[in-house]
């Protein structure tokens, strides 16, 4: 198993055989790719009370960036291996819920594109601008879908891709006491980042003092963690992110409400990788993915444990939620 034999859609296909006892399988949306059609499917487990605290996992929403799927997919399968067996993830799971789309993008994915297949950044395509300039293409740009971080024509319809993403989080996040998401990306940095809101813009968001709280349980917990933990616009603004949308939309419709979402992003800093194989940066895949099959398998024991933490912590708001805000 490695990044070189790809076939993800067939991958999350044996997975939901095996695993939909214990979860909710939907088709969601299809994608058009050429000749072909490929299903963007939504995994559930956990009551069907949508009040419940929710932990969001996602991946594959760039479709080079093919080991944040892996690792999704790996994550589900291990949940449903230890629901056999392990009473408290039992438990977890009748008090809470896991919702996955572990392949966003997957007409991108099974062309080893970034975007989708019409040429459009999922994660640029979102109805909303940057406050501040963010850098020339990389941060979003409307020239064509020639060019990487295409965000499509302005006012069209958001994408399939980015529609199925938002359409899951409104119905089955939104109405959670307590949410968190985890999306994951690679390909960017030298380290492991986890990002939380804005890409928009450097000011801090709203719920700032939320993530301070988890960051220090997360440092408390596990103090030998890797991650750089840091608002997304402090490596690099950008425009039309699905997530800083999704975290609007949900604070403009919540103003009655005790709820709280917080969407967070796992970016794995592939140059590591890199450094230590040059010969991958020549490969499509290289500099997006481990190749090695040690580094493959370091990667899915490195982050494993923090998408637990995730699904953990989302439960327990009592202790980041921050009761009072102006
Ligand atoms: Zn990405």
């Known amino acids: 198993m490695g990044i070189r034999e790809f076939v993800e859609v067939e991958q999350l296909d044996k997975l939901v055989q095996k695993i939909s006892r214990v979860c909710r399988v939907e088709t969601i949306s299809e994608v058009a790719c050429g000749d072909r059609t490929y299903p963007i499917t939504k995994l559930v487990f956990g009551p069907d009370d949508k009040t419940l605290p929710t932990f969001g996992l996602f991946g594959g929403v760039h479709g080079l960036e093919k080991v944040g799927t892996h690792l999704a997919l790996h994550y589900l399968e291990c949940i449903a291996a230890q629901l056999e067996w392990d009473e408290e993830l039992n438990k977890r799971l009748e008090r809470c819920r896991l919702v996955s789309i572990p392949i966003v993008n997957p007409g991108g994915m099974s062309r080893n594109w970034r975007s989708n297949p019409r040429g459009i950044d999922i994660m640029r395509n979102a109805p909303i601008e940057a406050t501040e300039p963010p850098p020339m293409?990389?941060?979003?740009?409307?020239?064509?879908?020639?060019?990487?971080?295409?965000?499509?024509?302005?006012?069209?319809?958001?994408?399939?891709?980015?529609?199925?993403?938002?359409?899951?989080?409104?119905?089955?996040?939104?109405?959670?006491?307590?949410?968190?998401?985890?999306?994951?990306?690679?390909?960017?940095?030298?380290?492991?980042?986890?990002?939380?809101?804005?890409?928009?813009?450097?000011?801090?968001?709203?719920?700032?003092?939320?993530?301070?709280?988890?960051?220090?349980?997360?440092?408390?917990?596990?103090?030998?963690?890797?991650?750089?933990?840091?608002?997304?616009?402090?490596?690099?603004?950008?425009?039309?992110?699905?997530?800083?949308?999704?975290?609007?939309?949900?604070?403009?419709?919540?103003?009655?409400?005790?709820?709280?979402?917080?969407?967070?992003?796992?970016?794995?800093?592939?140059?590591?990788?890199?450094?230590?194989?040059?010969?991958?940066?020549?490969?499509?895949?290289?500099?997006?993915?481990?190749?090695?099959?040690?580094?493959?398998?370091?990667?899915?024991?490195?982050?494993?444990?923090?998408?637990?933490?995730?699904?953990?912590?989302?439960?327990?708001?009592?202790?980041?939620?921050?009761?009072?805000?102006?």
């Open 137 to 326: 293409l990389l941060g979003g740009h409307r020239i064509g879908p020639f060019l990487p971080w295409y965000r499509g024509k302005r006012g069209a319809p958001m994408e399939v891709e980015s529609q199925a993403l938002v359409d899951t989080v409104r119905e089955e996040i939104f109405p959670a006491r307590s949410s968190l998401c985890l999306d994951l990306h690679s390909g960017f940095g030298s380290m492991d980042r986890l990002w939380y809101p804005y890409a928009k813009s450097r000011h801090s968001f709203p719920r700032y003092d939320e993530t301070k709280r988890i960051e220090r349980i997360l440092n408390n917990s596990y103090p030998f963690h890797v991650y750089k933990v840091e608002p997304q616009s402090n490596s690099y603004t950008t425009h039309g992110d699905v997530w800083d949308y999704l975290f609007d939309d949900f604070e403009a419709q919540n103003t009655q409400s005790d709820n709280i979402f917080i969407p967070w992003t796992l970016e794995m800093g592939s140059w590591i990788w890199v450094r230590k194989n040059p010969l991958q940066m020549f490969s499509l895949l290289g500099p997006f993915n481990p190749i090695k099959p040690h580094r493959y398998r370091r990667i899915m024991r490195r982050h494993y444990w923090l998408i637990d933490f995730f699904f953990k912590i989302a439960a327990k708001a009592p202790h980041w939620k921050v009761e009072a805000r102006s």
